[in-house]
């Protein structure tokens, strides 16, 4: 999910200050961000006293990752079509703005809860992350995301749409049983190869399972 970070800095160099015409209310920011079972998770976005509805059906969630990480948009495009997409309406401001709403949704809403803290070293300096192979894709993957919910809970995705929120969404797909179809094929594409003498057969069955399930290239968490 590269552009996340990127595609805003692109457009708008950020300021210090705060922005008085675009926030979320302090109860919004809190329950967003923590998966909370004593509340209801937000879906409400306020924008210069106006209260928006967002979208957080997980389908259309997924569309909306999928305009973030289009190559084929401008950054300036992402960034409209992101809001919209969200929001399902334009919004009448200028584009450092739409950046800053843009980024709001992105951070207390899409990835609300999975905010993994910084790596320091011993001078407490934030150490740069290191690009790691994903385990798993949305949309290659997704055959086995629709049967491992099926299997595990029960649930048809396709009937879930538009009414099963992202949130529990990623909570649903994040601890699923092992024996479902796509924890195992997560163990095969991270199954490191076994040593030792006597086990080339095991080797070669586990390098043709690795190749059957591999991710496309170029994928990066």
């Given at each position: 999910m590269g552009c996340f970070s990127s595609c805003s800095e692109g457009i708008a160099k950020k300021d210090s200050g705060s922005y008085e015409g675009v926030w979320l209310e302090k109860r919004?920011?809190?329950?967003v961000i923590m998966f909370n079972l004593s509340e209801k998770l937000e879906t409400r976005l306020e924008i210069d006293d106006r209260e928006y509805e967002v979208d957080m059906s997980f389908d259309n969630v997924m569309l909306f990752l999928d305009v973030v990480e289009d190559?084929?948009?401008t950054d300036v495009e992402r960034v409209y079509y992101g809001i919209?997409?969200?929001?399902?309406?334009?919004l009448n401001l200028e584009m450092d703005d739409q950046v800053k709403v843009f980024e709001a949704l992105?951070?207390?809403?899409?990835?609300?809860?999975d905010k993994r803290?910084?790596?320091?070293?011993?001078?407490?300096?934030?150490m740069p992350e290191a690009e790691t192979q994903p385990t798993y894709d949305l949309k290659h993957d997704a055959q086995y995301i629709y049967s491992s919910f099926r299997q595990a809970y029960g649930i048809n995705l396709f009937e879930e749409q538009g009414r099963l929120d992202w949130r529990e969404f990623k909570a649903l797909l994040r601890d699923l049983p092992d024996?479902?179809?796509?924890?195992q094929v997560i163990d095969i594409r991270v199954r490191p190869y076994p040593k030792g003498k006597g086990m080339s057969e095991e080797r070669r069955r586990l390098k043709e399972l690795k190749r059957h399930y591999a991710l496309p290239e170029g994928m990066v968490e």
């Open positions: 919004t920011q809190s329950s190559p084929s948009l919209y997409t969200l929001l399902g309406t334009e992105v951070e207390h809403f899409v990835h609300g809860g803290e910084a790596t320091v070293d011993l001078e407490g300096n934030v024996d479902t179809k796509l924890k």
